[in-house]
């Protein structure tokens, strides 16, 4: 379906601007018909994606915080008594960012046209994934909206914020690396020439290590035209690759193998399996389908292998403790913690428990990572500087000692 803008006459004569959902033009006017107006104009947006763009790959228009922040303050609005289409139309009216007013008055529209809240929200899957839609499904069927709007901006506060940390635990070490390689860089182009013009006039050969940078110097200016498309070609396939199934396989599981980041990357994704798990069964979603929505989610090739395994457990009526057990990637802690859920009946709140512990986890091993890193750069440009140091130091002792 297309999302169609048109202007209209009611029966007073007024004109209504609006947004409707059909197949053709002539399905358009039809809805518009059907809402008692008198449609005047019918067109397709200007930008020829339309109003799917919001759900193309790679939109990054719409931060995660906005679609947050939007959750909370819809929750607030439905918790003061507002109706769920004006709550909607206040926080169009609110918001800045031109790409959510769009989508919040489309969603408005269709709402009006009797359509479900989740239905309009599966139309931007990058901005509203399975488990959000799911959540929000389940919410209007129990009429309990607001109660589970409230959840939904809770966890996802806690997820950007365990995100956050991940990404400032990286900053750092990421900001020095970057300065030691531009340093690095600035040397070989721009000071060993110098050395070799000199000792050229001197007619002295270099020793073996300043010839070697000299040679890097020059490769580095001189053939420039070559390197930088190839690296830009060479990132481009790579992130093609990386976006494709086997791609985002591969890069799933070389990441959880590597040396400490394996073993964050490794509790992050437990953490965010747990609480997304318990987030839905608390909302009333059935186990099974709370655990197709989370794989959905995850991102991470392993975890829905191990995910698609605990749904085939449950099925034959095996519970969710023998498939944790026998994991590759869930740590021997997490069965335990969810078989005490399954024997008390209280799966959501094991679930939670599992994610606050292996939060605390992320937190400390983050600490220590971080604490491990940043010496060990320090280290490895000091000796990248200290070679360059060399390198340039030893032309000049071999001038001192032929003068000598």
């Not at 186990?287 to 959905?296: G, P, Y």
């Amino acid at each position: 379906m297309t999302l169609y803008r048109y202007t209209a006459k009611n029966v007073s004569g007024a004109s209504v601007s609006d947004i409707v959902d059909a197949d053709t033009p002539k399905a358009a006017a039809l809805k518009i018909q059907a809402l008692g107006l008198y449609p005047v104009t019918i067109r397709e947006p200007e930008d020829k994606t339309g109003f799917r763009r919001f759900s193309l790959p790679g939109f990054a228009r719409i931060r995660s915080g906005e679609i947050t922040l939007f959750t909370c303050r819809l929750a607030d609005l439905l918790h003061a008594g507002m109706p769920l289409v004006r709550s909607l139309g206040v926080l169009e009216r609110q918001t800045k960012n031109a790409a959510l007013k769009e989508i919040l008055a489309a969603c408005c529209g269709e709402i009006q046209g009797g359509r479900a809240f989740s239905e309009t929200l599966q139309k931007y899957p990058d901005l509203f994934p399975q488990i959000y839609t799911g959540m929000v499904r389940a919410g209007e069927y129990a009429g309990l909206l607001e109660a589970v709007l409230r959840r939904l901006a809770e966890f996802r506060e806690k997820e950007e914020e365990l995100k956050h940390r991940l990404q400032s635990a990286l900053t750092y070490p990421a900001v020095m690396l970057l300065m030691g390689f531009v340093s690095i860089i600035f040397l070989l182009v721009f000071v060993i020439p110098r050395f070799e013009i000199m000792f050229a006039d001197i007619g002295q050969q270099l020793p073996l290590p300043t010839r070697i940078l000299v040679l890097a110097g020059l490769i580095l200016k001189n053939y420039w035209y070559i390197y930088i498309p190839a690296a830009a070609a060479g990132a481009f396939f790579l992130r093609r690759y990386m976006q494709s199934d086997a791609g985002k396989s591969a890069s799933g599981r070389l990441f959880l193998r590597i040396p400490l980041i394996g073993g964050i990357l490794s509790k992050e994704l437990a953490a965010r399996f747990a609480r997304m798990l318990a987030a839905l069964l608390a909302n009333g979603v059935p186990l099974l389908e709370a655990l197709a929505m989370v794989k959905s989610s995850t991102g991470n090739a392993l975890v829905s292998e191990e995910i698609t395994s605990i749904s085939e457990s449950v099925r034959e009526g095996r519970g969710i403790v023998a498939p944790l057990r026998r994991s590759v990637f869930f740590p021997p802690l997490a069965a335990d913690i969810v078989a005490i859920g399954e024997e008390t009946g209280n799966l959501e709140g094991a679930l939670n428990r599992m994610a606050d512990v292996y939060q605390r986890e992320v937190d400390y091993s983050l600490k220590t990572l971080t604490s491990l890193v940043e010496p060990l750069i320090i280290l490895a440009i000091g000796l990248l500087i200290g070679f360059v140091a060399m390198a340039l130091l030893l032309p000049v002792f071999q001038i001192s000692s032929g003068t000598h």
